[in-house]
């Protein structure tokens, strides 16, 4: 779907599937790559728990891999984004230094979401307040405010 998608575009794209370790060598080991679909997840809003994406130096960090400091002038302002809102406590202030994080990765695309899970969730008529949510746990987010209807 992707490559066809793509081509229609323009842009002439051969899709390679690999088994998962070999995907991973190829990015982490050889960088033998262009381009890579990979499911980076996380269930917490909390950027913390991706520090290893977003820091340049991190692990798991997919574009210009392996870097003892910063490639590029964004990535260097990234990351001491990220260091100072892990360290600050006023959540205003963190969400706006998280904000600023995901402008420079909407302006440079370094990595580019193309999917977001469909999720169908279902309750009876009768079980009040229930506003299913984008986000795991996407039925008992709000379990303090569900509540039984009387359906007589």
Known sequence: MIQNDLSQL???VHVLPLE?????DRLFQTHDYEACILGLG???VDPNPEMN???SSGGTHVWNPGQ??????????????MREQLSTLDFAKRKRLYD???ELVATSLPVICIAS???????KNDLGNFRPAILDHYTLWNV?????RDMK
Request: proline share 5%; glycine share 4%; hydrophobic share 50%.
């Open 10 to 12: 323009g842009m002439n």
């Open 20 to 24: 998962f370790r070999a995907l991973l």
């Open 42 to 44: 996380n269930s917490d």
């Open 53 to 55: 994406v977003w820091l």
């Open 68 to 81: 003892s400091r910063p490639a590029t002038a964004w990535e260097a302002e990234m990351d001491s984004l």
């Open 100 to 102: 600023r994080v995901q």
């Open 117 to 123: 899970p469909d999720i169908l969730v279902g309750a």
């Open 144 to 148: 303090e405010e569900l509540y039984w």
